[in-house]
């Protein structure tokens, strides 16, 4: 189902051109990284939303228009940012701002925070790198284990060059994407695992607060509880273990393994 | 894999308890259907969005808090409206306003507008029925081919009764929700399927104009292109021929098939 690996690479004609996005801002850490390394393997093209838009999903805005504006265009570099969501941006780039030339591949993140397991479903920035492969391109999602706006992203860079580099050379297979977590622990990572995403569960999902005029809100909030339904081959698993962890992720939620019990139920 | 049916009903002891939401606002067309048929059957709880939050995705709120309004309070029938999003709304119902007891099943919609195959993606109404899965209760999202803001929702009444009578009776396989989609068409549904989700794709996706100012803007718009990989079994395909279409789907994105040759690419 997978044999066919993709790629648009085109080594001898120019150097490669990668698309870069993120859902943390233009201006994070997280996606400065991805430019440094990035520029030292080819041409970089980033539109980015103008502001923070954590936890977007895969949200699309079409009620009022989008915007971008040009930040920096100078030799192997071109940045914008758009007024839009992860995936508009994702969006734009692919089907608009890039319409001459597809990406060689793409790249999403550095994201301040995981996004393995379950939290695959709210990310803005898994929502860039699933527009990447429906859009066709190899396309790889960084995700780093500190939540801090000032978080020092350099330390994923290596992890981020050793990837991208083999995606370049060897692609992916087609309609799968890489989304890659990387711990944040003291001293080195224990190694790099292939992992599945860890369907685990939020609890405690809000915090009920009274405003001084005395009427309810609730903040959203919660704490993870790790399934590990594999024993020992999800991500969150071995995260926590001081491994970088990649899963290969796919956008169709189709459950085909039920559709006959469906058919029993329904018809 | 699926073979455990998960069903919360207690029919000896009380009515079944329905949890409805929806992306298009508590006052739509589409939930006031479901709230019609739904009383049929059960007690019936609504938490759904105060406004219009089409292509929300998962996206969740946690830079502001979410506030809710009660809306209606009788023998049978509770309603509440809130600011969030729709995975808002269900994370609000099924861990907090519900949490004494949590639904026997949650239908959320009826969507005025498609969310087969790719869109499901994109669908703040997949959105709540995820949500639901995730805390344990059996549900299904219904959408409806008329995008019209006042489309007469009362056509797809009897495949709702239908579905949520046979999920009340029998549940759905664990970590399984429907995805039901049911065409607006002239004359009769030529009957029912049980489907793939069609990972088509969108072309044609922005238009490019100029405000009075000069300043570029997009919007986002675009053509379905259908891929009926699988030959005849896709929603879309058969939305098109006038059939009712029923996708199990479910949350976990690993592309389990490729974790080998993802293994072999960077390890």
């Known amino acids: ?9 085109q080594m001898d004609s120019k150097k490669p051109l990668i ?12 996606i400065k990284s991805l430019v440094k390394v990035a520029r030292t393997l080819g041409d970089v093209f980033v539109v980015a939303p103008a502001v923070h838009q ?4 895969s949200a699309i805005t079409f009620v009022t228009p989008v915007r971008t504006t040009l930040i920096a265009q100078e030799e192997g570099y071109t940045a914008y940012m758009a007024t839009g969501t992860p995936a508009d941006c994702a969006k734009l780039a692919l089907s608009q701002l890039m319409a001459d030339r597809l990406p060689d591949v793409m790249l999403a993140g550095i994201n301040h925070g995981y996004n393995s ?7 803005g920035t898994m929502a860039c790198v699933f527009e990447g492969i429906l859009h066709g391109v190899p396309s790889v999602a960084f995700s780093f284990g500190n ?7 350099s330390v994923c860079e290596p992890i981020v060059e050793h990837v991208t580099k083999r995606v370049l050379e060897r692609g992916l297979p087609q309609d799968v994407c890489l989304n890659v977590n990387i711990p944040y622990i003291d001293g080195a990572f224990k190694g790099m695992k292939v992992t599945t995403g860890d369907m685990g569960r939020w609890v405690n999902e809000w915090e009920h607060r009274v405003d001084p005029k005395g009427r309810d809100y609730y903040w959203l909030t919660g704490d993870f509880e790790i399934a590990d339904k594999d024993q020992g081959l999800s991500d969150f698993y071995w995260l926590q273990r001081g491994y970088v962890t990649v899963t290969p992720t796919h956008v169709d939620q189709t459950d085909f393994a039920s559709m006959a019990a469906i058919s029993d139920l329904l018809l």
């Open 147 to 153: 939540y801090s706006a000032d978080a020092d992203t």
């Open 117 to 123: 397991g379950l939290n695959t479903l709210y990310s």
């Open 19 to 30: 698309l870069i996005s993120n859902d943390d801002g233009y201006n994070s850490n997280g």
């Open 1 to 9: 189902m997978h044999a066919k690996f993709i790629t648009t690479i």
């Open 54 to 57: 954590s936890g977007m999903s």
